[in-house]
């Protein structure tokens, strides 16, 4: 397992954007694939984005698709979450997650959209 934190969160505006940063503890080189997901108030934690070892993509929320962009950094052991044209419905906590054995998460960090 890695230690994540995840940083970046706040209020904004709808419309408005955010960067999401997650720093691991460790090498994330080896870690298959690493996400984020999103936990709106009262509902289930789901997966917004993710992103393979080599940089391939994938947005399973169709909510998101062309708003929300992922990346990572190997060397870095850090991925991001680039959030723009936000709307009500992406409030919620967004947890940083990782495929080791067993999976590594964040402590989660709050995003407010609100006018």
């Not at 955010?18 to 090498?27: D, E, Q």
């Not at 990572?72 to 959030?83: F, H, T, Y």
Request: hydrophobic share 40%; net charge neutral; proline share 4%.
């Amino acid at each position: 397992q890695v230690q994540l934190v995840e940083s970046g969160g706040g209020l904004v505006q709808p419309g408005g954007s955010l960067r999401l940063s997650c720093a691991a503890s460790g090498s994330i080189a080896n870690i298959e694939v690493m996400g984020w997901y999103h936990q709106a108030p009262g509902k289930e934690r789901e997966l917004v984005a993710a992103i393979a070892y080599n940089g391939y993509a994938n947005y399973p929320d169709p909510l998101v698709k062309g708003r929300f962009t992922i990346s990572r950094d190997n060397a870095k052991n850090m991925i991001w979450l680039q959030m723009n044209n936000l709307i009500f419905e992406d409030t919620g906590v967004y947890f940083c997650a990782a495929t080791t054995s067993p999976w590594s998460w964040g402590q989660g960090i709050q995003v407010t959209v609100s006018s």
